[in-house]
């Protein structure tokens, strides 16, 4: 009976979401091909399994926090070091072709979780940096690029981002999430078989890219990355909205992966045997719940206006474990026990900030679509994507130096200045067109010319 918590958790939050759907309805993607959808959901399930055993995971392997704190630093050092040439790349060399780099290096990262070896666990979190880096760049930039190629309107296209996280990133990672606690709890196959599962989605999705996904580009016309960097960078420091943009990834995604590496620390401060699949079930329930919820949010306003409120919640939510953890004292006899008070409250709270993480990626990325140039857009996301890999390094490499108080402390200011962020771009957006008119893109289309909204070269 002691997962009857969990359950109930759960519970609480699909009563809500049940509601939602029967009220709304969930928004057909009708634009969208059916091996994309499929494969979209698979690589999505696939990322998350990630999740809930890769602490646990080193913890297992019997490295400290320090240790673990060092490993995860390397993944977003990666991140941050090669990010930003992986995206250029990607704009130059191909958007397919990078997805299927993704899937390449994500495979040979999982490959070395079986592997108790630290150094060989250094280079899987180097080779997952730069997978991360692909993931959130290569992918959406493919979309886009094909979205509106096709024609496809502004709508549907935050639909597609609600749609892909409420199923990626929600569903198929809670059955994700129940297969991973089966795998390790029932069946005893140790906290690596996750990792074993997530090869074989790599594999089925890396097939699906190869067969089923037409090739599209940035921009081509530079000769070297130089140029390329030089022009993303001239059009972040133009445009106030593209900054304000960057600086809200940057500080969300700061809090968001640092709150990755710090929830199992809060929950089970004396060690207490909480259920971590369990767990992650009601997070991406949560997140599911979030990514739908935006769906319904962007019919009704603008990402730019709505997402400032988005932030005081997420604010709030992490203000919970911040205070919770200014009580240092330990209980060894608590050690192995259930969870406890203390952890089911941060549980809720940590559901509640995983909804906003759900409203956030979908609209994220809508506000992304809309004003940043296509021709450089996996180059300009990762450069957002240095800051956030360098707040990150800077929050794991100072994990014992700082309290836990002290990292949430942290991330809670990251949120605010999230959210401070909105509040400006809300501001000077009203005052700026975006960069897809669908219009343009089908000018474009039948013109044979590439303008704004259109893609570069032919698939």
Known sequence: MEDAFYYIVWSIIVLPLTALCWKEGIAAISDNS????????????????????????????????????????????????????VGALADKLGRKNAALGYVVTYSLSCCTKHSPDYWVLMGGR???????????????????????????????????????????????????GF??????????????????????????????????????????????????????????????????LGAIQAMFEAAMYSFVFLWTMAMSPNKEAIKHGLIFVNFMTASMMGSFLAGVLMKRARPEYYMKYVFGAATAALLVPMVMALDTSKNPELKGKPITHSGKIQL???????????????????????????????????????????FVCVVLGNVEAFPLAGMFGLCVAFMVVSMVSQT????????????????????????????????VADS
């Open 34 to 85: 059916q091996a994309f959808k499929a494969f979209r959901n698979n690589y999505l399930a696939v990322y998350s399994l990630q999740g809930p055993y890769v602490y646990a995971l080193y913890e297992h392997y019997g490295y400290s926090p320090a240790q673990i704190g060092q490993l995860f630093i390397a993944g977003f050092g990666s991140s941050m070091v090669f990010g930003t040439f």
């Open 126 to 176: 180097v080779l997952g940096g730069i997978a991360t880096s692909l993931l959130y760049s290569a992918f959406e930039s493919w979309l886009v690029a094909e979205h509106f190629k096709r024609g496809y309107s502004e709508q549907a296209l935050g639909q597609t981002f609600s749609y892909a996280v409420f199923l990626g990133n929600g569903l198929m990672a809670i059955l994700a």
């Open 179 to 244: 297969l991973g606690d089966y795998l390790v709890e029932k069946m005893g196959l140790g906290r690596v078989a996750p990792f074993d599962a997530a090869i074989l989605f790599m594999v089925v999705g890396g097939i699906l890219i190869a067969i089923t996904w037409p090739e599209n580009y940035g921009d081509t016309s530079s000769h070297d990355l130089s140029q390329q960097f030089t022009k993303a960078w001239d059009a972040i420091t133009k445009d106030p909205c593209i900054a304000l």
């Open 348 to 390: 809720i709270a940590f559901c509640v900030f995983e909804t906003c993480v759900g409203v956030f990626w979908p609209s994220m990325m809508k506000m992304r679509s809309d004003y940043v140039p296509e021709e450089l857009r996996a180059t300009i996301i990762n450069i957002f994507r240095v800051p956030l890999n360098l």
């Open 424 to 455: 400006q771009l809300d501001k000077f957006s009203q005052a700026r067109p975006v960069y897809h008119k669908v219009s343009e893109a089908a000018d474009a289309e039948e013109s044979g010319h590439v303008g704004k909204g259109a893609t």
